[in-house]
């Protein structure tokens, strides 16, 4: 009797290790695309701007954090860059205040010290001693105002008016100091001007 070969494998048929469902050869061939990563899905529009980041897509800004505020910042930078003119301010013989009203000064001279107040936005009685200490060292004289005899007219002496061109080289060493440049003073002076103007119409309301 012949043997019943029916189940047995032939070439190019399914045989017991090609069973239905088993993938061959050709089937575990990479497809396209197959094995590369995925592309990072886009964020999602409607969460909207306030929204927490996911785990892992970075830190959430606190808004009571000191490096966050404003006005540390600017108490911080008010104090360092006023300390870096001391060495540049020394030879001149001036403290930075001292400087700030011979630029006054420099600017329009004789005038009040109520006027001097008011422009250097302190007041009277800060800005005193100072003019004392001036002129002491025979930078400035103070008088009385002959249309106000209530009032001291405060005016340069020649060597204080001298000084100014000592002094104009204090601007141009303290933006090396600081490394910025011409057009980086500009712009900060511009912020700050707009900053004081803003704090003080909050005052004014």
């Not at 540390?72 to 104090?79: C, D, I, N, Q, T």
């Not at 001391?86 to 420099?106: C, F, I």
């Not at 001036?134 to 005899?149: K, S």
Request: net charge negative; charged share 25%; hydrophobic share 35%.
């Amino acid at each position: 009797m012949a043997a019943d070969t029916s189940d047995r494998a032939t070439p190019g048929t399914p045989g017991a290790s090609d069973a239905p469902g088993r993938p061959t050869t050709s089937d575990t061939a990479e497809a396209p695309g197959a094995g590369e990563p995925r592309q990072a899905q886009e964020p999602d529009a409607a969460r909207g701007p306030d929204a927490r980041p996911e785990p892992g897509q970075g830190p959430v800004e606190d808004p009571l954090a000191l490096a966050n505020q404003l006005c540390f910042s600017l108490s911080v930078a008010s104090r360092t860059v006023v300390q870096s003119y001391r060495p540049v301010l020394e030879p001149l013989g001036l403290t930075h205040p001292q400087y700030l009203v011979m630029l006054a000064l420099w600017g329009s001279a004789p005038r009040t010290v109520k006027d001097l107040a008011e422009q250097l936005n302190q007041d009277s009685a800060t800005i005193s001693p100072l003019l004392k200490r001036l002129e002491a060292r025979g930078y400035v004289t103070r008088e009385r105002d002959p249309h106000n005899e209530r009032a001291l007219a405060v005016a340069l002496t020649p060597e204080g008016t001298a000084l100014r061109e000592r002094a104009r080289e204090v601007p141009l060493r303290m933006m090396q100091r600081l490394n910025i440049g011409p057009d980086q003073v500009h712009a900060l002076n511009e912020q700050m001007h707009r900053l004081i103007t803003s704090a003080r119409d909050l005052d004014d309301a």
